[in-house]
């Protein structure tokens, strides 16, 4: 099943796209930083989209693109994986069946439709 | 999930998050093996339910310890449903049938150990493969109930996730 996003590429293409841009900005960002442990990069904002990035200490990333005009989106991204990504992907029993029948743990029903349902909950969606 | 600042307090608490991740572990590392036989799913689910029974015995030697005796097998049954599930889960079973001669059936609407089970739009093939983790819980069951004076066998179905049933056949005497 390939959706496409707004953009007209695969969600797969654009996956790539975002993790190299995001991974090259992370470096950038902490090289130049003058202060050691700073928080480094957190979101980059363009005329037409914001991109917010979190980095979880075991290197998991999250990455949520909105309107340019949004704040922090961080605390949100925090709940995503707290409250979220840890309930529904990691404490799934079946997920290391699901990883060897080929399907990514992020693929499940639990997850998507509480993911789906917390970000309609967010103030400024529409 | 304790109220108790972690290390400050001095009763002894484990999160229950560290609980619930043995319980999948076990059951997965019970299903590994070399081969994939229907013999391995079999002998994974007599060892499971096996570690549930000598569980089960334990726990409710703890649970009852303050308890009056029982009167007959129908309150042994009874205070699995309440007691023992609330000790284990913290909820009661949800519906309990039986049919007078020995055999009773136990319904719980949201089994906690699959409350966070989840997989890629196929039901059934979710149905299937919950079952392996059921051997554990029937095993705490048959155990109580064997400690209890009960000789039962234990039988647990999954219809849909999160609910699962659980049949228990009282050994004629």
Known sequence: ?????????????????????????????????????????????????????????????????????????REALRTIYGQIYVEYVVKNPLMRQLTQSGVHPVQNDLFRGNLQRFVRSLPGFE | MATAVLGQDERPLVAEASLDFLVVEMVDLMHRSPTDTEMDK????????????????????????????????????????????????????????????????LTDNNFRWFSRMSGDGAGAEISRQAFAHLAFPCGLIRGAL????VTTVVIGEVSTIPQCTFQIKIAKP
């Open chain 2, 146 to 149: 064997g400690n209890l004076g």
């Open chain 2, 42 to 105: 079999e002998a994974a689910y007599f060892k499971l339910e096996n570690l549930g029974y000598q569980l089960g015995m334990a726990m409710v030697e703890r649970i009852t310890k303050d308890r009056p005796r029982f009167l007959d097998n129908l309150d042994v049954v009874k205070f699995i449903c309440k007691d023992f599930w609330i000790a284990l889960f913290k909820k009661q079973i949800d519906n309990l049938k039986t049919n007078h001669r020995g055999v009773y059936v």
């Open chain 1, 1 to 73: 099943m390939q959706a496409t996003g707004a953009t007209g590429m695969s969600l797969e293409e654009e996956a790539k796209l975002v993790y190299g841009v995001v991974f090259s900005l992370r470096n950038l960002v902490s090289k130049l930083s003058a202060k050691p442990g700073s928080d480094g990069f957190i979101s980059y904002r363009t005329s037409t989209y914001k991109l917010h990035y979190f980095e979880t200490p075991t290197g998991l990333k999250f990455v949520l693109n909105t309107d340019p005009h949004m704040e922090s989106m």
